[in-house]
Every structure is written in structure tokens, then in C-alpha cells.
């Protein structure tokens, strides 16, 4: 079976950082394109970045300069490194790979980020 499974999250203070991690397990993961969204608290599941099988990245215009994502071939996982964070930062982290290569969309679980004072 496919799985995403994230860990790394937790509460930080506001200018913090977070290291979020996705470990992919049932897919060629050197060919998926990895990605990271979030769902704050009451609002719509967003995109935060993109590491494609190319090597490529690409991030929110709003999270440029504080976030960068990473990942290790070796071990089948997807970082996501979050410096600077604010109050807003806070919701669900979740990883995702899909189309094109792959036929269906598949979702990690879930880690929630909390940043407050």
C-alpha cells in the first residue's frame, strides 16, 4: 500500500523554526513529485511548495525566504524546513504526491504546526 506519513510537528514561538518530515513508502519515490500543503484553522487546504522529480522547487510567493523544501532519495522522504514563523503558519501540514505520473492522489496524514507566544 501507498503511504505518506509526516512527523515534525509541533508548538513553536513566533520567529521559531520547524523541520517537517514525509516519509513515502509504496511508490518510486525518485519519480513522484513531492508536494506540501496546509490547512489553517477554518480556511482551504493550500499549496506551500513543490519538489518535482526534476529537482526542481517552487514555493507561495508569500513563503519565499523563510521555507525551503528538500528531499533524500535514500530514504524515501520530503522535508520541509520553516524558519521565521508566524502566528498564521499555524494549521495542518500534509505531503502529496499525484498526476501526472502517478494515476490517483495520495495524502499523508496530517502533522499539525501551532505557533504562539
Known amino acids: 500500500q501507498v503511504q505518506l506519513v509526516e512527523s515534525g510537528g509541533g508548538l513553536v514561538q513566533p520567529g521559531g523554526s520547524l523541520r517537517l518530515s514525509c516519509t513515502v513508502s509504496g511508490l518510486i519515490f525518485n519519480l513522484s513529485n513531492m508536494d506540501w500543503y496546509r490547512q489553517p484553522p477554518g480556511k482551504e487546504r493550500e499549496l506551500v511548495a513543490t519538489?518535482?522529480?526534476?529537482?526542481?522547487?517552487n514555493f507561495a510567493d508569500s513563503l519565499k525566504g523563510r521555507f525551503t523544501i528538500s528531499r533524500d532519495n535514500a530514504r524515501n522522504t520530503v522535508y520541509l524546513q520553516m524558519n521565521s514563523l508566524k502566528p498564521d503558519d499555524t494549521a495542518v501540514y500534509y505531503c502529496h504526491t499525484g498526476p501526472p505520473f502517478w494515476a490517483r492522489d495520495y495524502w499523508g496524514q496530517g502533522t499539525q504546526v501551532t505557533v504562539s507566544s
Open positions: 519538489f518535482t522529480r526534476a529537482d526542481s522547487t
